[in-house]
């Protein structure tokens, strides 16, 4: 990441919203795609703007970022960057701290046991957690619960 103070450009084949959010704090000033490598115009202007202290984000990101931004409470994502849980996930984590097995939280949300299952593996390794204790353990560190 950044220097202190320093100004750094990412270049990456594709980002999302929840990839701006977590590179965003990291001292990340814009944002280029991989394809945009070819277009020596824009290239000159964004390093101009991010020299000049300025931002960029390619239009579409933009305009993503933005309908985040306008989405109702219950759908933002719960968090800091880089430890971003939806409602639905936070829902599975808190009754995973009350004792709740796979077969019950699939009862209570509406979803296979399967199901269930592959979101707290995926939940898990997107935190780097270990087991259900730690992911509970986590949550709870970062009061989102």
């Not at 000033?29 to 290239?43: C, F, K, V």
Request: aromatic share 2%; charged share 20%; net charge positive.
């Amino acid at each position: 990441m950044a220097a202190p103070g320093g100004r750094t450009i990412l270049v990456t084949g594709s980002i999302g919203v929840h990839g701006v959010t977590a590179v965003a704090p990291h001292g990340v000033s814009a944002i280029l795609r991989h394809s945009e490598l070819s277009d020596a115009p824009l290239l000159a202007d964004v390093v101009a703007t991010v020299a000049a202290g300025g931002y960029r984000i390619p239009r579409d990101l933009r305009s993503q970022l933005l309908n985040a931004v306008r989405l109702s409470e219950s759908q933002c994502l719960l968090g800091r960057p880089g430890d971003l849980m939806s409602p639905a996930e936070l829902d599975i984590v808190r009754l995973v701290a009350r004792g709740v097995t796979n077969a019950g939280i699939a009862r209570s949300t509406g979803k296979s046991e399967g199901s269930v299952k592959k979101k707290l593996r995926v939940l898990m390794q997107r935190l780097d957690t270990r087991s259900r204790a730690h992911l509970v353990a986590y949550a709870a560190r970062r009061n989102l619960f």
